[in-house]
């Protein structure tokens, strides 16, 4: 069983939809969770992280934490064509120098 | 904050020679660096870690000899693929962690660099 579990899609949805994207994680001592957005040919880029459990939210993006639940979501409000890349969760733990990453969910946004 | 650059962004080169990829912190001092490679359609593969001033640190299955890092200075690590062969095509990526305490439990990604084996 991988560390990290996460959906590889594709998942295509109309613009304007909420999207909902999500991982699962076996250990339990992760404390430190972040999303990552990668466009093709590019490298990730940063989006939401957040620390133990509870929800964050930054513009049309809200990352949400369940850590009983070993489960953590990325919610996309209004999705825009622009929003159509792989979307990679990833987390660590305190003490940990490696960030253990999903294998990313593939994204398509319909005009 | 927290731009990390990659050069060359796209390198082709024949089989045997080798071709060395830089990866820089540009706003942030990077302890530690991540390279990893990543082929089409597949998620990223962690190569190794290289804390600056010392020796990188391999995931198994990652030959050292022929993937050579350098950590030389806190902006700066370098990777040499040695005499490069065409199953080394791949998409490698870099990216940084700082000291700086919302830098500290994150990495930032420089853009990648494609290389291509004739």
């Known amino acids: 069983q991988k560390e990290v579990e996460q959906d590889p899609g594709p998942l295509s949805v109309p613009e304007g939809a909420i999207v909902s994207l999500n991982c699962t994680y076996s250990?339990?001592?992760?404390?430190?969770f972040m999303w990552y957005r990668q466009y093709s040919r590019k490298g990730p880029e940063l989006l939401m992280y957040?620390?133990?459990?509870g929800n964050k939210e930054d513009g049309r993006f809200t990352a949400q934490v369940d850590k009983s639940s070993k489960y953590i979501s990325l919610f996309i409000r209004d999705s825009q064509p622009s929003d159509s890349a792989t979307y990679l969760c990833?987390?660590?733990?305190?003490?940990?120098?490696?960030?253990?990453f999903g294998s990313g969910t593939r994204l398509s946004i319909r005009p | 904050g927290a731009v990390v650059s990659q050069h060359p962004s796209r390198v082709i080169c024949k089989s045997g020679t080798s071709v060395k990829i830089e990866c820089r912190s540009l706003?942030?001092?990077?302890?530690?660096m991540f390279w990893y490679r990543q082929f089409p359609k597949q998620s990223l593969m962690l190569m190794a870690t290289?804390?600056?001033?010392?020796?990188?640190?391999?995931e198994q299955g990652v030959e050292k000899d022929k993937f050579l890092i350098n950590h030389a200075s806190l902006t700066l690590s370098t990777l040499t693929v040695t005499s490069a062969h065409p199953e080394d095509s791949s998409f490698y990526i870099c990216?940084?962690?700082?000291?700086?305490?919302?830098?500290?439990?994150?990495?930032?990604f420089g853009p990648g660099t494609r290389l291509l084996v004739l």
């Open positions: 990216s940084a962690r700082g000291e700086g305490s919302a830098q500290q439990e994150t990495q930032y």
């Open positions: 250990n339990s001592a992760f404390q430190y």
């Open positions: 957040t620390y133990s459990s």
């Open positions: 990833a987390m660590k733990n305190s003490s940990a120098s490696k960030i253990i």
């Open positions: 706003d942030f001092q990077a302890t530690t």
């Open positions: 290289s804390n600056e001033g010392s020796k990188a640190t391999y």
